[in-house]
């Protein structure tokens, strides 16, 4: 007798011996008991999932000659012929190779027969959504009133490609993936009857990698044993499937949280010249961040051994929590980079190298707290236009903070107009504009500053417009554009405001356009608002 795949051999007979679906053999079983068995059944869920056993376990409890408590007995006769596939009752058709019309017209011929030996003619129809139009028309009228002695056992991992006509003449079973602990269940049996030494931690391994599909995690683990050797354990696993050593995604992982680029390549290298995939590997780096996270909060993680706990405790307190979770993203946006790219070790360590700059992680958050500084100076001249005489200033930190040099009745009564001030919105000054463009946008930006716009004040005041056309106004930008210029003028609010003011000085509707020289994009940011807020007699002090 020829060699049979660990899946096949040991597919569940009864379903008692199904894992992870219970709410469906619960249900099979009391159909059959109550004798309500229907026509036509459709069995949804992913691969693996035991679409194809379930089929075959009802098809022969309903045609058993000794069935107990819904189940097969699996030793009449007809059960042995099914088992053995010499039983012509019950059919299997594989739509993907038979998906003609006249493969569905020959079991609409076959159908008007009478079983020979069986009580029912079942067929299971697998993959059943790669049926033709033509083929699912010509099913149709058979599958809504089949002769009482055949079941139609239809099986699919993509009902949303049937025609709502199938699935009405159906009842619908949805097979759900398969929990670690089921699969888990099954392969400590499977190993015990195959002689198997295996390790939890492979085990859980094989699980994980399985995602939900027993037949998956079967042949994995029967790939484990090909060398002749029935002993598995976690690394043999790795080895097999690709997946990089703990050791390797650790050090990674630690280099780009220390920033220490030499260390992270000669690591990535060593990963590389073992051939393993990348996309494993970055997997594992994300799998990893995930886990420091979870340790993080709740000082507990699974899979792990005692030695690489050890380990996974000392990194986690050397990281705060949202530099791991923008690691996350940051590493999920590498995966996607390399999904469109034919050299993906190239953008893979291009990657890493970016996340070991200490300037790249922090760049967004310099920008956030120089928006925030700036918007501090604005609110300010907001709520002191008409007063900045009254006071003596003085930076302290990164705030800027006000001693008061004048009478108490004076500081009363400014501090009222400060809250009637910040009780809403300023309402913006106007004037009266050229009808020139060149000649009022130099005074739009003049009003931006009067009116104590000085974010935007600051990032237009070297700028010129120009006419593009008769409704396009374009604004040019010598020196350059940086991105937190970029993300100050992109906001909704800004360009809704610059084009009113520009739409008002041309007496008609204009749109804005940004026109930047690419040249001067890296131009440093400070120096500009250092500038302003000098001319402003403001007093400005940047603690880094």
Known sequence: ????????????????????????????????????????????????????????ILARAINCLNPKDGEPCNECEICKGAISGSLTDIVEMDAASNNSVEDIRSIREEVNFLPTKAKYRVYIIDEVHMLSTGAFNALLKTLEEPPEHVKFILATTEPQKLPATILSRCQRFDFKKISNEDIIKRLEIVCKESNIEITKEAMQIIATLSEGAMRDALSILERCIQDGENQINEDKIKDLVGIPKMVYVHDIVEAIIQYDVDKALVTVNEVLEEGKDISNLLWEMIKYVKDILLYKATNHVELYSEEEKIKLKEISETVEKERLINLVYAFSELENEMKFSTQKSIIFQAGIIKLCSKLTINHQAGDSELEQRVEKIENYLRSHTGNMNSYRQQPVGMDVKM?????????????????????????????????????????????????????????????????????????????????????????????????????????KPMNIKYITNVGNVGETKEPNIKSIANDSDIPFHVIE
């Open 1 to 56: 007798m020829g060699y049979t795949a660990l899946y096949r051999k040991f597919r569940p007979l009864n379903f008692s011996e199904m894992v992870g679906q219970e709410h469906i053999t619960r249900t099979l079983k009391n159909q059959i008991m109550a004798n309500r068995v229907g026509h036509a059944y459709l069995f949804n869920g992913g691969r693996g999932t035991g679409k194809t056993s379930a089929a075959k």
């Open 403 to 507: 001693a008061y040099n004048t009478p108490t009745s004076t500081t009363q009564t400014v501090q009222k107009n400060e809250k009637k001030t910040n009780s809403g919105p300023k309402k913006m000054e106007t004037s009266t504009y050229s009808n020139k463009v060149e000649e009022y946008w130099s005074q739009i930006v003049r009003d931006l500053k009067q009116n104590g716009k000085i974010v935007l004040y600051t990032n237009l005041m070297n700028t010129r417009a120009r006419e593009i056309n008769d409704m396009t106004v374009g604004i040019e930008f010598p020196n350059g554009l940086t991105s937190f210029g970029k993300t100050v003028l992109e906001k909704q609010e800004n360009i809704k405001e610059i084009t009113n003011l520009v739409s008002m000085a041309s007496g």
